[in-house]
């Protein structure tokens, strides 16, 4: 596609319930990327997978978090037990490979724990 | 700890001004300097980005001025337009993942 489509664009859940997110890269492009941004502050990185694997976690919070991408192209983020703290825009980005210039991002899910 | 200090936290310029943006790092290893600009409800969009090499890129109306040696990187908006009101992050990153760092963002109003 043109951009990153990321979907749902919203999502509410309850405490403790499980949930996925999802995110479509630009075609061709190989490198993905999960951020999460809370209100009023920057994104603060999350994953990134080159193809199919996930070549740095090092942003995960904890291992309620995880994330895949079989194929090499459209990835989820999965949240397990939902806390009421991971509340925020999870934004996904792609650029087309290892080295290359600015990443493109997508407009985000905003996820709310109630 | 916070790796990239950005401020000021918020601007208000009128229309034809240069709003200023400012950020310093800490890390030495970083290497990729870009700036990006998010309007409410959107992702972040690259503007322009540098390379420790530079001292100064422009493109269009927006420039970045680099200080090395003060570990200090700029925003400058030339002729600054009420469309230009948006919130602008500073990022760095260094080679590997190319994971950003950013700042806690500005953010601008351009008045008419």
Request: positive net charge; hydrophobic residues 30%; proline residues 6%.
């Amino acid at each position: 596609g043109a951009g990153v489509s990321q979907t749902p664009s919203n999502k509410v859940t309850e405490k403790g319930k499980y949930v996925e997110l999802r995110c479509d890269p630009i075609s061709g492009h190989t490198a993905l990327y999960w951020y999460r941004q809370s209100l009023g502050q920057g994104p603060e990185f999350l994953i990134y997978f080159q193809g199919t694997g996930a070549a740095d976690d090092s942003g995960l919070p904890n291992d309620r978090f995880f994330a895949v991408r079989p194929e090499g192209s459209v990835s989820t983020l999965k949240i397990q037990r939902t806390e009421r703290g991971d509340s925020a825009v999870y934004l996904c980005a792609s650029k087309q490979r290892h080295g290359s210039y600015g990443y493109t991002f997508g407009s985000g899910t905003r996820l709310t724990v109630v | 700890q916070q790796q990239v200090k950005q401020s000021p936290q918020s601007l208000i310029v009128q229309k034809g001004g240069i709003p200023i943006i400012n950020c310093a790092y800490e890390n030495t290893a970083f290497d990729y300097f870009p700036w990006y600009q998010q309007f409410p409800g959107k992702g972040p969009a690259l503007l322009i980005a540098i390379r420790p090499d530079v001292s100064e890129k422009k493109e269009g109306r927006f420039t970045i001025s680099f200080n090395k040696s003060a570990k200090q990187f700029s925003l400058h908006i030339m002729d600054s337009q009420p469309g230009d009101s948006a919130t602008y992050f500073c990022a760095a990153s260094q080679g590997g993942s190319e994971k950003l760092v950013f700042g806690k963002g500005t953010k601008l109003t351009v008045n008419p």
